[in-house]
């Protein structure tokens, strides 16, 4: 094994030793559970206070409106379907994008069995909606639109903002899955006319199990979890307080940090891209070229499979992703990639580099030493190179 060198944040991110700090104590000793009265159940409850507050200013929404689950695919679950089920009194239409997560899509076609339909927005070939369609879209029974922030795959950001504005004009619910955004960028619910918004604790270098999901006073939404009545009725489970205590201490670190932070990976992003560009015939970007997320380098290659280079990456220590993670086991391209008009073999090319807090520029030169040798040897024995 050779040292290894990370480029998947977007698939999750390590725990921030800050982060891991302030768990701690709530995996030791303050271990109550928060439907307790008694003193133990009372500490807690109020270290769960404190992190709704964080989480909700975050993203300045009220703190009644901010509910933590335990992933970003409950949450966006909770919001396709518990939004579809409680205003079926106003129709049976759902619009989303093309190149949604695939806790969105397959939730969507799921409802579809169950006498929904569904409308899938496409997108232009660097992975943005037509706003013009969307509005054409939008029908008197249209219940919800819920579009991505910013792709997992090509990073390319959404203009959420005028999204809202159509939504609010429309009377339709507008929700965003802020998985890859949050954190990154500064969202405002409110002057984004956000109804609905999903983000995760382990993109921001938080613990998995804990995620956000934000609920708009007045938004009709039934529950997928029925029990003790916990998250104001929303969401029963008892609740993962470690978990969510290391998520707001990740909120507010990245608070802190943002800016610089985000100056920092534009510059190694775009190194990257320039770096591999330059030095590799038969590359090319995927995503749109400067509306993208700070950290997200996706590119395919022409003649090369995608998974003979991840592999031949890792033998050099390097970690990268052939896509999302979620689907990452799956033989089939992209469908985010198709959606945007690329060819099934260059989608079967590609491959995502995800920067993060402790990439440096020494691992983005390494890459780029690395990988034009690697991509030569596979177009010498590739079945495609003729």
Excluded at 134 to 154: F, G, M
Excluded at 264 to 288: F, V
Aim: one cysteine or more.
């Amino acid at each position: 094994m050779k040292k290894s060198i990370y480029f998947d944040y977007a698939a999750t991110t390590p725990i921030d030793p800050k982060v891991l700090k302030a768990m701690m104590p709530y995996l030791e000793k303050k271990y109550g559970n928060t439907a307790s009265m008694h003193q133990c159940g009372r500490i807690v409850n109020d270290a769960l206070t404190e992190s709704r507050k964080t989480v909700s200013r975050s993203i300045m929404a009220k703190f009644s409106e901010t509910y933590f689950t335990a992933s970003a695919t409950e949450s966006n679950n909770t919001v396709i379907k518990g939004v579809a089920w409680a205003n079926q009194d106003k129709g049976k239409h759902i619009i989303i994008s093309s190149i949604e997560h695939d806790c969105i899509l397959n939730s969507a076609k799921w409802l579809e069995k169950q006498g929904w339909e569904i409308t899938q927005l496409k997108v232009d070939e660097n992975g943005l909606i037509d706003l013009d369609q969307l509005k054409k879209s939008i029908r008197p029974d249209t219940v919800l639109v819920s579009i991505i922030h910013a792709s997992n795959e090509v990073g390319t950001i959404q203009n959420i903002t005028e999204i809202g504005k159509i939504c609010r004009k429309k009377n339709v619910y507008f929700h965003t899955d802020a998985s890859q955004s949050y954190g990154k960028i500064v969202i405002d619910v409110n002057k984004s006319n956000i109804d609905l918004l999903t983000a995760s604790s382990h993109k921001i270098y938080g613990p998995k199990g804990a995620a956000l999901l934000y609920v708009r006073h007045g938004v009709k939404i039934e529950s997928l979890l029925h029990g003790g009545g916990h998250e104001n009725g929303l969401r029963s489970s008892t609740v993962n307080v470690p978990a969510i205590v290391g998520f707001a201490r990740a909120v507010e670190i990245y608070q802190q940090e943002r800016k610089k932070e985000a100056k920092r990976l534009t510059a190694l992003r775009d190194k990257l891209t320039k770096g591999i560009l330059e030095n590799i015939k038969g590359s090319q970007l995927n995503g749109h070229p400067t509306q993208r997320l700070s950290n997200n380098v996706n590119i395919s290659f022409d003649k090369v499979e995608g998974e003979s280079i991840l592999m031949m990456l890792d033998m050099e220590g390097i970690a990268v992703s052939t896509g999302s993670a979620c689907a990452s086991a799956s033989l089939e391209p992209s469908h985010v990639l198709l959606a945007m008009g690329i060819s099934v073999e260059l989608a079967h090319s590609s491959i995502r580099f995800s920067l993060g807090r402790w990439t440096t520029e020494k691992e983005i030169e390494q890459v780029i030493l690395v990988l034009p040798k690697i991509i030569k040897k596979l177009r010498k024995i590739s079945p495609f190179k003729n």
